[in-house]
């Protein structure tokens, strides 16, 4: 059975690249299809502003002649230069329950990055923390969330006989959410609030977030540098992300905290679960997929948080208690009675603690890999 290894060089071939999961996933009923028009933004040069700062190359696997894998290799220079590394990434890894069509798929990128003179290789992970990231490894009976990585189990077998060790883990939990108020929270909430002279944001629109949307991004750039791998957004992915994503929060569902001059202090970005939708919308928002969408939004048992940072000067004094109170008032609101956490560093242990005062469980784990290329 022969294996040939075709490099993505036309739209032609990125649209079957973007579509190969659709191929392996359907039928899965834990699988979450990503919408086609994302990917193809995100992976073509001319729409992904992360291009100003990674080289990306794709490949597509072919078994007898049929469609059997692909992958990406990205060569992110500001993660090298930031992180003082000399690392070539793959991300967007998929491949039919085959050894040889994954060690075919991964070769190439070890190849390329050895003639780049890099030294490791890490991965599953995007352009930035804002694309999916990490092989699931726990979880496979447990529904994907949007924009996450879901994977058959057979992938971890496969890329741990290539020699690839684990480099880090995150971990997801589901909470259940309480149909009252817990007093404990509310009460730190509270002394949090006027200790530090915070306040919440009142909003009623989307549009009302938009003036606070760069002080946002750039309070992510600034909390999250520290966290594994993470590279501080450039203004231009700041304005794409704004467009992208502001237009259709559901305001409630984003506390902002101001401080007594006006100025963000924290957030979090929450919203409705959209895994079902997307299931429904099979990557794509017409003819009917955006019907689904709007009404995930409106009539939804579940939520997923997707965002959380308290700016440096306010951290470990409580303020985490004020965006989780908020946010349970909204969920009680709109009757969410489970929420997904999305994925935490293995080793936070300041994130997971806040969970203990809810019926919690650990339910999915994410591996990012690495290996020398020496």
Same mark, same amino acid.
């Given at each position: 059975?022969?294996?040939?290894?075709?490099?993505?060089?036309?739209?032609?071939?990125?649209?079957?690249?973007?579509?190969?999961?659709?191929?392996?996933?359907?039928?899965?009923?834990?699988?979450?299809?990503?919408?086609?028009?994302?990917?193809?933004?995100?992976?073509?040069?001319?729409?992904?502003?992360?291009?100003?700062?990674?080289?990306?190359?794709?490949? @597509?696997?072919? $078994?007898?002649? +049929?469609?059997?894998?692909?992958? =990406?290799?990205? %060569?992110? #220079?500001?993660? *090298?230069?930031?992180?003082?590394?000399?690392?070539?990434?793959?991300?967007?890894?998929?491949?039919?329950?085959?050894?040889?069509?994954?060690?075919?798929?991964?070769?190439?990128?070890?190849?390329?990055?050895?003639?780049?003179?890099?030294?490791?290789?890490?991965?599953?992970?995007?352009?930035?923390?804002?694309?999916?990231?990490?092989?699931?490894?726990?979880?496979?009976?447990?529904?994907?969330?949007?924009?996450?990585?879901?994977?058959?189990?057979?992938?971890?077998?496969?890329?741990?006989?290539?020699?690839?060790?684990?480099?880090?883990?995150?971990?997801?939990?589901?909470?259940?959410?309480?149909?009252?108020?817990?007093?404990?929270?509310?009460?730190?909430?509270?002394?949090?609030?006027?200790?530090?002279?915070?306040?919440? @944001?009142?909003? $009623?629109?989307? +549009?009302?977030?938009?003036?606070? =949307?760069?002080? %946002?991004? #750039?309070?992510? *750039?600034?909390?999250?540098?520290?966290?594994?791998?993470?590279?501080?957004?450039?203004?231009?992915?700041?304005?794409?992300?704004?467009?992208?994503?502001?237009?259709?929060?559901?305001?409630?569902?984003?506390?902002?905290?101001?401080?007594?001059?006006?100025?963000?202090?924290?957030?979090?970005?929450?919203?409705?679960?959209?895994?079902?939708?997307?299931?429904?919308?099979?990557?794509?928002?017409?003819?009917?997929?955006?019907?689904?969408?709007?009404?995930?939004?409106?009539?939804?048992?579940?939520?997923?948080?997707?965002?959380?940072?308290?700016?440096?000067?306010?951290?470990?004094k409580g303020v985490n208690s004020m965006l989780i109170n908020e946010v349970n008032k909204v969920f009680i609101n709109n009757n969410i009675k489970f929420v997904e956490t999305n994925r935490e560093l293995e080793e936070n242990s300041k994130?997971?603690?806040?969970?203990?005062?809810?019926?919690?469980?650990?339910?999915?784990?994410?591996?990012?890999?690495?290996?020398?290329?020496?």
């Open positions: 059975m022969s294996i040939t290894i075709k490099e993505v060089i036309t739209k032609g071939d990125l649209k079957k690249f973007i579509k190969f999961p659709f191929e392996l996933y359907k039928g899965n009923k834990y699988w979450v299809p990503p919408l086609i028009f994302d990917d193809v933004k995100t992976l073509s040069k001319d729409k992904n502003p992360a291009f100003e700062f990674c080289d990306a190359r794709y490949w @597509l696997a072919y $078994k007898d002649g +049929k469609i059997a894998g692909r992958i =990406a290799a990205i %060569i992110n #220079h500001k993660f *090298n230069e930031t992180w003082n590394q000399k690392a070539i990434r793959f991300g967007w890894v998929d491949f039919i329950d085959d050894e040889n069509v994954a060690a075919a798929l991964i070769n190439e990128v070890e190849k390329w990055g050895k003639e780049k003179g890099l030294e490791y290789i890490h991965g599953p992970l995007g352009f930035t923390d804002f694309d999916p990231e990490g092989l699931l490894i726990e979880g496979f009976e447990e529904l994907s969330t949007f924009g996450a990585i879901y994977n058959y189990p057979y992938y971890e077998k496969h890329i741990e006989k290539l020699k690839y060790t684990k480099d880090v883990d995150w971990i997801e939990f589901n909470v259940e959410t309480p149909r009252e108020l817990n007093e404990k929270v509310e009460r730190i909430a509270n002394v949090v609030a006027q200790r530090n002279k915070l306040r919440m @944001l009142e909003v $009623k629109k989307a +549009k009302d977030l938009l003036p606070y =949307a760069n002080e %946002i991004f #750039h309070l992510i *750039n600034d909390a999250y540098k520290d966290l594994y791998g993470f590279v501080s957004l450039t203004d231009k992915q700041i304005e794409m992300y704004t467009k992208a994503y502001f237009g259709f929060i559901k305001p409630g569902y984003v506390p902002v905290i101001l401080d007594e001059e006006g100025r963000v202090a924290a957030f979090g970005i929450t919203m409705p679960s959209l895994s079902k939708a997307m299931q429904r919308a099979n990557g794509s928002l017409f003819p009917f997929g955006f019907i689904h969408i709007l009404n995930a939004m409106k009539n939804n048992p579940d939520a997923d948080l997707y965002l959380t940072a308290v700016r440096r000067d306010l951290q470990n994130i997971q603690a806040q969970w203990r005062f809810y019926n919690s469980r650990q339910h999915k784990r994410r591996r990012c890999y690495k290996k020398n290329l020496a």
